[in-house]
């Protein structure tokens, strides 16, 4: 239930975050706000390191204001001055930080402008390079509270921080505020269902995939201009304006009746997409018929093309890029396979058990507080990747189970990990801080 105030006029909350890039922690940003109160809070949201791809329209989309102070990591120590004045200028109540550099920078500021700073950790402390490991931890207890996406992500902190010199009272409360879905949006759709991609051309919105490259679908060398279609129109922005996962699977050569299995993902090393690909392709030699999406980008991607190319079997593969609209692709996939080494509480994976997608993982960082093993899905140890080849097969090969998973994923995410119950549990913290009512509590 959400947390109710008397308000005469609306708390504003700034977001600290160092860039906006299309990773989990910074798509909760809008996220979250679109089914905040507005009537209530007023958000804004600061960065610093502008990205080419990056989610600031979406933002603003959901009515949050966004300013840039650019700078690099090092650089943020002499924005303090800055952001200071700025903070002062537009009457801010809360500063609510993401990562550690933003919350490095927002404990600095906290301490001269004496306002409650919430700051939320999404990875465990051991990820973290060394620079901004002992920067978090040796800051770490000059804010009100600290917001932890997973148990895991809590328990690291505290095991971290337990041997620093704390006065009694001292230490701040550790809140586990676990990732949420909006199960309203993401959700299992009819396959002809179409989703509008808002200011995004056609030839943008749906890249072709043959083999592992992404081919500009109005490449005249391509049968009907790459569109799969002939409906005489040449502006290509009358015909593009929607996508549905119907046309996604003609427009990326996907057969119909194929298993299609797939992952949303920032391409980092974390996520291992090397081990995903290998898995890939151990599967295409029990099971000739399957092919496999992965939706996002980044510095990994030319290696895994390299490796896709060099297999033999590239006509299975559809690497599409970074999507604004995540939904029609999801709709693909039969099931969701993540081989990554740590993560927080991955978003893109809850998103994708909303829309009924069944999760093939290993039990990396939050995921197995999410994934029963055996009901929403199959889990391996981290270092047991290859037992995930088996639990695809499997899935695969029996609709029954199959179709179980897909309905108890979405159950599962209804029940413990909807945007509501995670909104609710933001406000209550907001409120408790802006009133000074704020009581630490003890464990977690």
């Not at 700034?14 to 979250?32: D, F, M």
């Amino acid at each position: 239930m959400q947390a109710k105030t008397k308000v005469t006029q609306k708390i504003k909350i700034l977001h600290l975050i160092k860039s906006l890039g299309r990773g989990g922690a910074e798509k909760l940003i809008p996220e979250t706000a679109l089914v905040h109160d507005q009537s209530c809070f007023e958000f804004h949201c600061l960065y610093f390191y502008h990205q080419k791809e990056n989610i600031v329209d979406e933002l603003e989309r959901a009515g949050i204001q966004v300013h840039l102070i650019p700078s690099g990591n090092l650089g943020l120590f002499f924005q303090i001055g800055k952001v200071k004045k700025f903070i002062e200028d537009n009457g801010f109540q809360i500063i609510h930080a993401h990562l550690p550099w933003a919350g490095i920078l927002a404990r600095a500021v906290g301490s001269r402008v004496s306002i409650p700073i919430v700051y939320t950790e999404h990875n465990t402390w051991d990820r973290y390079n060394k620079v901004s490991y002992w920067g978090n931890r040796l800051t770490f207890k000059k804010q009100d509270v600290a917001i932890a996406v997973s148990n895991e992500v809590a328990l690291s902190m505290q095991l971290n921080s337990m041997w620093d010199p704390y006065r009694r009272g001292e230490k701040p409360s550790v809140r586990v505020v676990q990732n949420g879905v909006n199960t309203e949006v993401f959700r299992r759709v009819e396959p002809s269902t179409t989703y509008k991609v808002p200011n995004t051309k056609y030839l943008e919105a749906i890249p072709i995939a043959i083999g592992s490259k992404i081919v500009d679908p109005g490449d005249s060398s391509l049968e009907n201009g790459g569109f799969g279609i002939d409906d005489g129109k040449k502006n290509t922005e009358e015909i593009a304006q929607f996508l549905s996962p119907d046309s996604l699977k003609v427009h990326l050569g996907i057969p119909e009746g194929v298993k299609v299995i797939g992952k949303v993902a920032v391409f980092r090393s974390q996520k291992r997409l090397w081990l995903w690909v290998e898995l890939a392709l151990r599967i295409l030699k029990k099971r000739n018929d399957v092919h496999f999406l992965l939706v996002g980008d980044g510095e990994w991607r030319a290696r895994l093309e390299k490796q896709i190319e060099e297999s033999g079997k590239a006509q299975h593969f559809h690497l599409v890029g970074v999507q604004k609209e995540v939904i029609p692709y999801l709709n693909l996939m039969d099931i969701y396979l993540s081989s990554s080494e740590f993560e927080g509480l991955p978003i893109a994976m809850l998103e994708a058990m909303a829309c009924e997608v069944p999760v093939v993982a290993t039990r990396a960082g939050g995921i197995g507080e999410v994934i029963q093993h055996g009901v929403q899905g199959f889990l391996s140890g981290i270092d047991d990747w290859e037992e995930l080849q088996g639990y695809c097969l499997q899935l695969l090969e029996d609709d029954v189970l199959h179709i179980k998973m897909a309905k108890a994923a979405r159950e599962q995410v209804e029940k413990y990990f909807s945007m509501k119950r995670m909104v609710a549990d933001l406000e209550r913290i907001y409120l408790e801080v802006i009133n000074k009512n704020f009581k630490p509590e003890k464990g977690i």
